[in-house]
């Protein structure tokens, strides 16, 4: 049996996957949000709620999702004119280059302004911006600022270019002021089948201060700070992203209260590339899609991390998945060579899917437990000895899947020894080169697994349905063998239990 797809070079475009039943977790409506768990605040969330994304949901506040649809004779037409706007409404006033709108309903934009959008909305329902071929940019704030609305839903026209832009140097930089090129203090859903560039000059991207949803349209996001930051949510289930930051790319930072700071994608195609930190959140949950971490500090980070399906593509010059504390000022990420007890708020799950790690330091690290049910996961692991493959503190338990880590010896981290499914793990004897090939034979000589590893590695660990426990086998890296009995870890190796060497 051959450990197939893997593959044997950096993927290019990935093909998007379908999700098939997790999509009833995304409320349908604009209703007022609801926790189906836990509620309240505290100052260290625990995060280990379920090891399905469709268990953890269980516990986590309820996603609202607004409706893109909408009535064009009911609408409310704003076109946009230079330094003001023309609309047939007393619901919307312009005066200093700022276009406000001031209650709820749809209102279609088009044309270019220099100057703002606000919307200032103190009553119940939705206020719904259809953007169709607009151009907003200002000089001295956000593009648009959704300074008070029950929720908000921005449409992207069927066919049409928008973009936003907004000032390099803000001049409200008090509390309260926005902190990003399209900001809103309410519940925000970006859909439809249209195209929105978004250039943040002077902070983020895109920030919803409560719940932010995208389900649909091209977005193109580039900020000098983070790209797309939703405060108690972020969630993508349709639709093609593509996020460049300098800071975090596509993020959720609510670690105060519980259920909240989540980020989850259930579909759509998502391409990001940071100078920080991939995709960040209290729980970080991918149900579905494409995901391609192009480059990053770390590719995955958050308290508890689950993957069920989708297709995972990740670069990290640290670490590729980081299961560790999600409040940097409580940080407990291990240093390397040192040694850590195993956190139990914190948890790594990978149960299906296809993963793809290239990392420089971890390739698969949690500074609490892992388990591995399913899933093709491929890792690239470190070349240099202070940093390994797989990092597990507590448990590593694999009971199903393929697995293949490869990377340095120095700090080789096995699976459990009471795994349910086999596994090797071995150090070579020298340092194989990028496209060499790993052969795995059982006693009688016939071939259990093999691979092409597409960068320099010094040991490989790899688990498989074809592998038993006890059994002896050969690993063969381009005519040199080594002997390795399924079940041991090698001299100086660690099987995912607390108290052995970790990496940073």
């Known amino acids: 049996m051959r450990l197939l797809p893997l593959r044997q070079a950096v993927a290019g ?42 268990d953890v949901l269980d516990g986590d506040v309820e996603v609202e999702t607004g409706d893109t649809s909408y009535d064009e004779g009911d609408a409310t037409a704003i076109a946009l004119s230079g330094s003001g706007a023309d609309a047939d409404s007393d619901a919307v006033t312009v ?23 606000v919307v200032d909305s103190a009553g119940d329902g939705v206020v719904r911006l259809v953007l169709d071929d607009a151009t907003i940019t200002s000089e ?34 008090t509390e309260g002021a926005p902190t990003g090129t399209l900001c809103s203090t309410a519940d925000l859903t970006i859909g439809g089948t249209g195209s929105l560039t978004v250039t943040g000059n002077s902070n983020n991207g895109i920030v919803g201060k409560d719940g932010l949803v995208i389900t649909g ?24 992203v593509t996020v460049d930051a300098v800071g975090d790319t596509f993020t959720s930072d609510n670690t105060e209260d519980a259920g909240s700071g989540f980020v989850l994608v259930e579909g759509g195609e998502l391409t ?17 899609g494409t995901v391609d971490v192009a480059g990053s500090n770390e590719a995955l980070e958050g308290s508890l991390i689950v993957i069920d399906d989708g297709d995972v593509e990740l670069h990290a010059a640290d670490d590729g998945v980081n299961a560790a504390s999600s409040d940097d000022s409580a940080s407990t990420d291990g240093q390397p060579g040192g040694e850590m007890a195993a956190d139990d708020s914190l948890a ?23 388990t591995i ?9 470190p070349t240099t000895d202070g940093n390994g493959a797989l990092d597990v503190n507590g448990t590593l338990d694999v009971s199903g899947g393929t697995l293949i880590a490869t990377g340095s010896a120095g700090m080789m981290v096995a699976p459990s020894s009471d795994s349910a499914q086999g596994w090797i793990a071995t150090a070579l004897g020298t340092t194989a080169a990028a496209g060499s090939e790993v052969v795995i034979t059982d006693g009688d000589g016939a071939e259990v697994a093999s691979s092409t590893i ?51």
């Open 13 to 54: 475009t990935l093909a998007a996957v379908l999700l098939a039943g997790c999509s009833a977790s995304v409320a349908s409506d604009t209703g007022s949000s609801t926790s189906s768990g836990s509620s309240g605040t505290s100052s260290a969330v625990s995060a280990v709620s379920g090891t399905t994304v469709e």
């Open 95 to 117: 005066e200093d280059r700022t276009v406000t709108i001031a209650a709820t309903g749809t209102y279609v934009l088009s044309g270019e302004l220099a100057g703002q959008v």
């Open 140 to 173: 001295t704030t956000a593009a648009i600022d959704v300074v008070d609305a029950q929720s908000v839903v921005v449409v992207l026209a069927d066919g049409s270019t928008n973009a936003l832009a907004d000032a390099a140097t803000y001049a409200d930089t």
């Open 217 to 240: 349209g091209t977005i193109d996001v580039t900020s000098v700070d983070d790209g797309i930051l939703g405060k108690d949510y972020l969630v993508l289930t349709d639709g093609s």
């Open 272 to 288: 990001v590339t940071s100078q920080d930190d991939g995709i960040k959140g209290v729980q970080v949950l991918i149900a579905g």
């Open 348 to 370: 790594l799950h990978v149960n299906g899917g296809t993963l793809e790690v290239w990392a420089s330091g971890d390739g698969l690290d949690s500074n609490g437990s892992a």
């Open 373 to 381: 049910t399913g899933g093709e996961i491929t890792v690239y692991g």
């Open 454 to 504: 597409a960068k320099d590695f010094a040991s490989v660990v790899c688990s498989a349905a074809g592998i038993t426990s006890g059994e002896t086998y050969t690993v063969t890296v381009e005519g040199t063998s080594t002997t390795v009995t399924a079940g041991e870890a090698p001299a100086g190796g660690q099987m995912g239990a607390p108290g052995g060497p970790m990496g940073g």
